[in-house]
């Protein structure tokens, strides 16, 4: 048995935060997979390394500084446009539009933003494929971010700020907890 949340406890709400990935569509569509495949063979391509250590590397700058790319980035100075345009040139027809996740989201009163490590291009391109762009107020992307990923706490401050949000009247989905 299930349990539906008390609509009650969210009447305070006025601003609806959403990860992007993996989090506003499912995980088993591997839109992300997709992604990380782009960023193992990004590493290799750049480093002249194997797949395999290029992999593991990946894992390894994921690991220590947030994300691939800010990895990348600190330790061999690397164009984050490039990285993000070449990680991002994947298949989106896996995702279908879902409009059960259009209405859920459409009914949310207040503002609702996607906030995502990813780059807007990317975002708009898979809201778009799940019919949900159009109800969202805006994005705020890792470049938004000035590069810094989440869950660097400048990050979130830097989007509290640029849209006058405060913790007490928000909620952020999110699929990772960092």
């Avoid at 593991?56 to 984050?80: A, F, S, V």
């Avoid at 996607?114 to 708009?124: L, P, V, Y």
Wanted: with cysteine; charged share 25%.
């Amino acid at each position: 048995m299930t349990t539906q949340p008390d609509p009650a406890c969210f009447a305070h709400v006025t601003d609806w935060v959403f990860d992007l990935d993996n989090t506003l569509y499912p995980h088993h569509s591997n839109l992300f997979a997709q992604i990380d495949v782009k960023m193992t063979a990004y590493v290799g391509e750049l480093l002249t390394l194997p797949r395999d250590e290029a992999r593991k590397l990946q894992k390894e700058l994921y690991q220590q500084y947030g994300t691939t790319l800010n990895g990348l980035m600190t330790r061999h100075g690397i164009d984050p446009d490039d990285f993000l345009e070449k990680v991002h040139d994947i298949d989106y027809s896996w995702l279908v539009p879902d409009p059960v996740l259009g209405a859920a989201i459409r009914q949310l009163p207040g503002r609702k933003f996607i906030f995502t490590n990813g780059d807007r291009r990317h975002a708009e391109r898979t809201a778009r494929q799940l019919g949900i762009l159009d109800h969202f107020d805006d994005i705020f992307d890792i470049v938004a971010a000035g590069l810094n990923p989440k869950p660097a706490r400048q990050t979130y401050e830097r989007f509290a700020e640029l849209h006058s949000v405060t913790g007490h009247n928000a909620v952020m989905f999110e699929d990772l907890a960092r």
